[in-house]
């Protein structure tokens, strides 16, 4: 078991990594509560899955399960009302505590009810996918989704404890573990150039489930996070470097209409492709390192540019999407790009022109 703090003075907590810890979860949850009634929220899928351990494992408070649809779409009024108005049925007071119990969508919506209940109570992320176990549990971005795009609404609302219980990913479908991959990868890449060697080894272990492998990425993949979050909590700088390969992520999965046909992790995948394609095509970054994140993911089989040609078709509305991230400042594009593996950096009111025929260039060679 590997336990990393996440430092934010009197609102730190840790992230606990390690295997069937939702067996023993009263154990960390139990110090952390205010009172003994706990709202469990999750997805019918985990619920089915995994709801029973975890009730079994609480058996000694009193657990209110709330149990929505799983999906992105529950990333929304609807879906945050939904949660909302249970709570106020079960009369859940400022004192209890949610337990966000699933993957980033519940954890995302989790979170941000627990930000407005009753003007906010505290709230306990237990991630089951490997993306909300190394990135979206961690560092108290909370958020809905509305028709002008994802994560518009939100708040920076921190969790008391994430409890990150690598056994459980065994029951992931491989589609979802290399979408979390994806995320992985991407602390290799803004910043620590060795965890991507590392990975270049030992990629195809963690996707296998090797479990001291897992727990590795797992760990050195929230240590880098809870870092970056330390210092800078509200994304004014540094933190900014998370969303490598995210603007043109967003993009995609604007034009993919947030459909399962494209999930969050291989939108990932394919943008951070574009993001050293882009600084290479630019002379910022060598294009060997362009080339070995390609080889990476094409070695693991992850989501790449080629996989998604028809989203890529319409380079002009693609940008205009690019257009609507949290990340712009007075209309101008932010973008993270590289200088080389292991170098992210952020670079503001990038050159449209410069985008525009990037994404044109790269719809005409794969659309060929
Ligand atoms: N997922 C990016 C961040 O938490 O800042």
Same mark, same amino acid.
């Given at each position: ?7 934010? &003075? ?5 992230? *606990?990594?390690?295997?069937? $810890? ?10 952390? $509560? ?63 505590? $949610? /337990? ?5 969508? /519940? ?30 549990? *961690? &560092? @108290?971005?909370?958020? /809905? ?31 979802? %573990? ?8 991407? +602390? ?17 272990? *963690?996707?296998? %489930? ?41 993009? $995609?999965?604007?034009?993919?209409? +947030? ?5 969050? @992790?291989?939108? *990932? ?66 973008? /993270?790009?590289?200088?080389?593996? @292991? ?15 990037? %994404? ?9």
């Amino acid at each position: 078991m590997t336990t990393v703090t996440v430092d934010l &003075g009197e609102r730190s907590y840790d992230i *606990v990594i390690g295997e069937d $810890l939702l067996k023993n979860a009263a154990n960390y949850i139990t110090p952390q $509560l205010k009172a003994k009634r706990v709202a469990i929220v999750t997805d019918e899928n985990v619920h089915a899955l995994h709801g029973k351990t975890l009730e079994t494992a609480l058996a000694g408070l009193e657990t209110h399960m709330i149990i929505r649809p799983a999906g992105e779409n529950q990333k929304s009024f609807d879906g945050l009302q939904a949660v909302l108005d249970a709570l106020f049925r079960a009369g859940f007071d400022r004192n209890d505590t $949610l /337990i966000a119990f699933g993957g980033g969508v /519940i954890g995302d919506l989790t979170g941000f009810a627990a930000s407005v209940y009753k003007r906010g109570c505290q709230f306990i992320q237990i991630p089951t996918t490997l993306l909300s176990q190394v990135d979206s549990s *961690v &560092g @108290g971005k909370t958020a /809905i989704n509305n028709e002008f795009g994802k994560n518009l609404i939100g708040a920076f609302y921190q969790p008391k404890l994430v409890l990150a219980d690598t056994s459980v990913l065994k029951t992931l479908p491989l589609r979802e %573990l290399k979408a979390g991959y994806a995320e992985v990868v991407k +602390y290799g890449l803004l910043g620590d150039k060795s965890f991507f060697e590392w990975l270049e080894s030992h990629g195809q272990d *963690v996707l296998n %489930l090797d479990p001291v492998a897992t727990a590795q990425a797992v760990a050195i993949s929230c240590e880098t996070k809870a870092r970056i979050v330390a210092a800078d909590e509200q994304e004014r700088g540094e933190r900014a470097l998370l969303n490598l390969g995210h603007t043109f992520a967003h993009a $995609l999965e604007i034009e993919a209409g +947030y459909s399962g046909d494209l999930l969050h @992790g291989e939108a *990932v995948s394919a943008g951070m492709e574009m993001a050293f394609e882009y600084s290479a095509a630019q002379g910022l970054c060598p294009l060997s390192d362009a080339e070995k994140v390609k080889t990476h993911f094409k070695t693991l089989e992850l989501t790449s540019i080629n996989d998604i040609a028809p989203l890529l078709k319409d380079a002009e509305k693609l940008l205009t999407h690019m257009d609507q991230d949290k990340k712009n400042e007075g209309g101008a594009l932010t973008l /993270i790009l590289a200088r080389a593996i @292991g170098e992210a950096f952020v670079q503001k009111s990038a050159p449209r022109e410069a985008v525009l025929n990037y %994404l044109t260039h790269l719809s005409e060679t794969v659309n060929a």
